[in-house]
């Protein structure tokens, strides 16, 4: 069983920096891809960052250039660090993990099909 966990989150304001992490005990990263995604209230969930169990990485657009996706296999971790943040970016920010037979199609496409398991979310809201 695939539990994830985020960690962080809070209010920053426009311009600022932040960072969320989630916890994911039990996955096996040669075996998945791990994900980021958001959803601002009244809007639908969007993908917005991936990572492969390579270390390949994958943005929208809508955060290319901003946000940067890692990963600390030995922790079992999972972060997401943003910069130059906007009001736009305010939303509820969820961890995912696409397991083994949807991996690849996963770090290209970022869709929430693609992903089996996720976290509860944290809220992320930014300032203007």
């Known amino acids: 069983q695939v539990q994830l966990q985020e960690f962080g989150g809070g209010s920053v304001q426009a311009g600022g920096s932040g960072s969320v992490s989630c916890a994911v005990p039990?996955?096996?990263?040669?075996?998945?891809?791990m994900g980021w995604f958001r959803q601002a209230l009244g809007k639908e969930r969007e993908g917005i960052a991936a990572?492969?169990?390579?270390?390949?990485?994958s943005y929208a657009d809508s955060v290319k250039g901003r946000f940067t996706i890692s990963q600390d296999i030995a922790k079992n971790t999972l972060y997401l660090e943003m910069d130059s943040l906007k009001p736009e970016d305010t939303a509820e920010y969820f961890c995912?993990?696409?397991?083994?037979?949807?991996?690849?199609?996963?770090?290209?496409?970022?869709?929430?099909?693609?992903?089996?398991?996720w976290g509860q979310g944290t809220q992320v809201t930014v300032s203007s």
């Open positions: 039990g996955v096996r990263y040669n075996a998945y891809c």
């Open positions: 995912a993990a696409a397991s083994a037979q949807t991996a690849i199609q996963a770090l290209g496409l970022i869709t929430s099909q693609l992903f089996s398991y």
């Open positions: 990572i492969g169990s390579g270390g390949s990485t």
